[in-house]
């Protein structure tokens, strides 16, 4: 079983301009490999063998909480297709401005979705604020899993300090047992050598997105290959890769007695799925 714990999709109304909006933010860096549909998506997902994906939604705005949970809690009971509620674990997303961000994170986990989903560049704000430790701690009490964006990012390649290996480690240390998946495999991606290995002692998941131009980044390969199998789990960012290409280099750079621990046995077990 083949689950992807970071992907993409967007309601068919801004699909194509949330779409056309991000390629112009990387300025030809990415190119997508699908149209920014949950079908698109779907399609993807079957043709590569992916069995399930997680929704992974970012509230750029505080005000985007309610149509989020709303589309997230759509997934799960099946008004968006049978498909979709088979195929998709749907995320939530907060946005650390909201003046109610405990009660919607309550609300997030009463209502059984089963994590958030935090980008800091899109979400203008750094995990070791004040405000962000409490917001982890209420999440870490809720048992919700986070899927958080790490190190850099294409489009916001001029800003730093805050979501790097060193602030996730911060977050950590304050909330112990917070289920973190640190995308991007940590953030190593142009972090000096080794610096997301400080991570390897607190707990925190890493996800195996890597995108088209960093492939063969020398860092990520060595995160890829020596990370220890449970705390790895397969991410593509979808629709930022193709499929088979994702999936052919997390099993060219891992051994084969791993596979079904990092492609599936690790994030059903961290989901409950
Ligand atoms: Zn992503």
Known sequence: MIVD???????????????????????GVLWPAGDGTLANHLD?????????????????????????????????DGELGERARRMIVPFASVHPDDPDVTAHLERIAEKGIKGVKFHPYYQ???????????????????????????????????????????EIEGVMRRCPGLKFIAAHLGGCFRRPRGETDRLLDCGVY??????????????????????????????TDFPWVHYPEAIDWVRT?????????VFGGNARRLLGI
């Open 5 to 27: 714990v970071h992907s993409h999709d967007f309601p068919d109304s801004i699909a194509r301009r949330a779409m056309s909006g991000m390629c112009r933010m990387t300025e």
């Open 44 to 76: 993807h997902m079957e043709l590569a063998g992916v069995d399930v994906a997680v929704n992974c939604p970012i509230a750029t705005k505080p005000g985007q909480f309610d149509v989020i949970l709303r589309r997230a809690l759509a997934f799960r």
């Open 124 to 166: 203008n704000f750094s995990l070791v604020e004040p405000r962000s430790i409490r917001m982890f701690e209420v999440i870490a009490a809720l048992g919700l899993v986070v899927q958080c964006h790490a190190g850099g990012d294409v489009s916001w390649s001029d800003l730093d300090g805050m979501c790097g290996p060193r």
């Open 206 to 235: 890493v996800d195996t997105s890597a995108l088209h131009a960093r492939w063969f980044c020398d860092e990520e390969m060595r995160v890829l290959r020596s990370w220890p199998t449970e705390r790895i789990l397969f991410g």
């Open 253 to 261: 750079f891992r051994d084969p007695r791993d596979h079904d621990a």
